[in-house]
């Protein structure tokens, strides 16, 4: 009973989802199973020991994977999947609004699929590779997009989103598209449609699960929001006002108007400055230089809040989120050492670019 208490904390948070599993929902066995697969992340200082690998073949083998793989396409593709795969068998435990925020969770990556065929058509690609990019989706999200990624031009591809937002957010991105003649604006509308679908997830929480959520995907949408602001300004010199329809919903402390103030710096050190109560950085932390540390910062504190959601869950809604945004940290640290080991980097180089350890 000790170890029960210490795993989950306090015996309120184990009431609490001893509350649940009465209701309906058997969060304490899906509790369990996120706690157990947990211990078994690549973070600190296990992921710290894949920096030794000195090639594929090692990292292939220290993570596990899957003998048949040959290159780091293959190894990035099995690393996605592998966390979609996790991810859905944890939706498929978890009932009622649980269930729905897993369900909003994992249609990122439907998001991304679609920007995937968005390039393929653009480019003229053989369209018999394209299937090495894409994730491999739970059935019914598959199914859902499944006629736009059939489709050999974008205004196909567009009309034949399901209806409803997300047909609306392609077409606006298309409109975008043919105006500045930037495919940045496309992907972006599709992103934003992902977040103002997973907010209105978060909305239809009950009144605690959604205090226990929310701040944590707040800072999921202001890291990207952020940086799509910022790499408009700085790398594409796109004003706000070009930006603001594609821009996802304000997520507090972001506002609208901040965004705006943000889209005015000249730099990424006018913009830290701005950005202070986000960042949450003391006097004695080192300069931002660039938006590669803007960024890191930010990833870094969302690991920080997703760790702390996890640890602290009174309810399973909150569990589940803060188990997806680490399984996400936790891919994007695999990516970057795969990357990072295919070019031979220094160890040292590939410890600075890992989110916190």
């Known amino acids: 009973m000790l170890r029960m208490r210490n795993r989950y904390g306090a015996g309120g948070r184990l009431r609490a989802l001893h509350k649940e599993r009465r209701a309906g929902q058997p969060s304490v066995y899906v509790a369990a199973k996120l706690h157990g697969r947990r211990a078994f992340m690549?973070?600190?200082?296990?992921?710290?020991?894949?920096?030794?690998?000195?090639?594929?073949?090692?990292?292939?083998?220290?993570?596990?994977?899957?003998s048949t793989l040959q290159n780091h396409m293959q190894m990035e593709a099995w690393l996605t999947n592998r966390l979609v795969e996790d991810f859905a068998?944890?939706?498929?435990?978890?009932?009622?609004?649980?269930?729905?925020?897993?369900l909003a969770l994992l249609r990122r990556f439907q998001a991304e699929n679609l920007k995937v065929c968005v390039r393929y058509i653009l480019n003229g690609r053989n369209r018999e590779e394209m299937p090495l990019y894409l994730v491999q989706l739970p059935s019914t999200l598959a199914a859902e997009i499944e006629p736009s990624m059939q489709?050999?031009?974008l205004d196909q591809m567009m009309d034949s989103l399901p209806a409803g937002r997300l047909r609306e957010a392609g077409r606006l991105g298309m409109d975008l598209y043919r105006t500045h003649k930037r495919v940045f604006f496309l992907e972006a509308s599709l992103d934003t449609w992902?977040?103002?679908?997973?907010?209105?997830?978060?909305?239809?929480?009950?009144?605690?699960?959604?205090?226990?959520?929310?701040?944590?995907?707040?800072?999921?949408v202001n890291l990207y929001g952020i940086l799509l602001v910022l790499r408009a300004a700085l790398n594409y010199r796109v004003a706000f006002k070009e930006l603001e329809p594609i821009m996802p919903p304000a997520a507090l402390p972001m506002t609208t108007d901040r965004y705006g103030r943000l889209a005015e710096s000249y730099s990424v050190e006018d913009a830290s400055e701005l950005l202070g109560i986000i960042l949450r950085r003391s006097q004695d932390d080192k300069p931002l230089r660039d938006l590669q540390d803007l960024e890191?910062?930010?990833?870094?504190?969302?690991?920080?809040?997703?760790?702390?959601?996890?640890?602290?869950?009174?309810?399973?809604?909150?569990?589940?989120?803060?188990?997806?945004?680490?399984?996400?940290?936790?891919?994007?640290?695999?990516?970057?050492?795969?990357?990072?080991?295919?070019?031979?980097?220094?160890?040292?180089?590939?410890?600075?670019?890992?989110?916190?350890?």
């Open 42 to 66: 690549w973070e600190r200082e296990r992921l710290e020991s894949l920096t030794y690998c000195t090639s594929l073949t090692e990292l292939n083998d220290r993570l596990r994977a899957k």
């Open 89 to 102: 068998s944890i939706q498929g435990s978890v009932k009622g609004t649980g269930s729905q925020l897993a």
């Open 151 to 153: 489709a050999t031009d």
């Open 194 to 220: 992902y977040f103002g679908a997973l907010l209105e997830e978060v909305s239809d929480l009950g009144a605690g699960a959604r205090r226990a959520v929310e701040h944590l995907v707040y800072h999921d």
């Open 296 to 357: 890191k910062v930010l990833w870094n504190r969302l690991y920080r809040l997703a760790n702390r959601t996890f640890y602290a869950a009174e309810h399973l809604s909150a569990l589940v989120a803060a188990y997806f945004e680490l399984k996400r940290i936790e891919l994007k640290n695999l990516l970057r050492v795969t990357e990072m080991v295919r070019y031979q980097a220094p160890r040292q180089e590939m410890l600075r670019e890992l989110v916190i350890l």
